[in-house]
Nanobody
């Protein structure tokens, strides 16, 4: 049973911060690239950030300087620290895993997907 479980979503005011977690079970995240994606109502799913098995990172232009992706292999968990949140960040956030690299990030070709966690930014 290979699973990814997101947590940490919730309601936050504009300018606030939130940290999302992506915990893996049934396999070892150490060997995988992990991507964060989001989908707002009526919109296509978009890539937010990705971290490779070697630690390299990539970010969508819309979140650069505000979001930080990291991994703790000992805990088999990847995090997305979100600062200076904006209403347009409101979406369901998903994590996904693919072997080794983030090469499939733009095409969203990741092997495993979590169920998502809701992030709402509103005053």
């Amino acid at each position: 049973q290979l699973q990814l479980v997101e947590s940490g979503g919730g309601l936050v005011q504009p300018g606030g911060s939130l940290r999302l977690s992506c915990a893996a079970s049934g396999f070892t995240l150490h060997y995988y690239a992990i991507g964060w994606f989001r989908q707002a109502p009526g919109k296509e799913r978009e890539g937010v950030s990705c971290i490779g098995s070697g630690g390299s990172t990539t970010y969508a232009d819309s979140v650069k300087g505000r979001f930080t992706i990291s991994r703790d292999n000992a805990k088999n968990t990847v995090y997305l620290q979100m600062n200076s949140l904006k209403p347009e960040d409101t979406a369901i956030y998903y994590c996904a895993a693919e072997q080794y690299s983030c090469s499939g990030f733009t095409s969203k070709r990741f092997a495993y997907w979590g169920q998502g966690t809701q992030v709402t930014v509103s005053s």
